[in-house]
């Protein structure tokens, strides 16, 4: 089991960056495929990106792509999402999961351990 714990979230406006981090603590970090999802009001829990177990491999939303970076450093049990660009329609409260299986995968219920989530608002 491992339990998985968010920072970083806050108001920033349009075209500013965040950082997101996800602590791990418990079963072995490197064992798991990591994502990061986010739900704004009212909507479903979407996939955003996701990472291997090695780092070798991402990738993402198409909502996202070329302005989000996912990466991991295990020695440190955290991942972490890179967020560039931001819009307006990128607020949300972000989850980052962990999936203890083979690869990683872009379905919410594929994931089986979650975070408490942390907030992130754009504003324009």
């Known amino acids: 089991q491992v339990q998985l714990v968010e920072s970083g979230g806050g108001l920033v406006q349009a075209g500013g960056s965040l950082r997101l981090s996800c602590a791990a603590s418990g079963r072995t970090f490197s064992s798991y495929q990591m994502g990061w999802f986010r739900q704004a009001p009212g909507k479903e829990r979407e996939f955003v990106a996701a990472?291997?177990?090695?780092?070798?491999?991402?990738i993402y939303a198409d909502s996202v792509k070329g302005r989000f970076i996912i990466s991991r450093v295990n020695a440190k049990n955290t991942a972490y999402l890179q967020m560039n660009s931001l819009k307006p329609e990128d607020t949300a409260v972000y989850y980052c999961?962990?999936?203890?299986?083979?690869?990683?995968?872009?379905?919410?219920?594929?994931?089986?351990?979650w975070g408490q989530g942390t907030q992130v608002t754009v504003s324009s």
């Open positions: 999961a962990a999936r203890d299986a083979s690869y990683y995968s872009t379905l919410p219920r594929a994931y089986d351990y």
């Open positions: 990472i291997t177990r090695s780092g070798g491999s991402t």
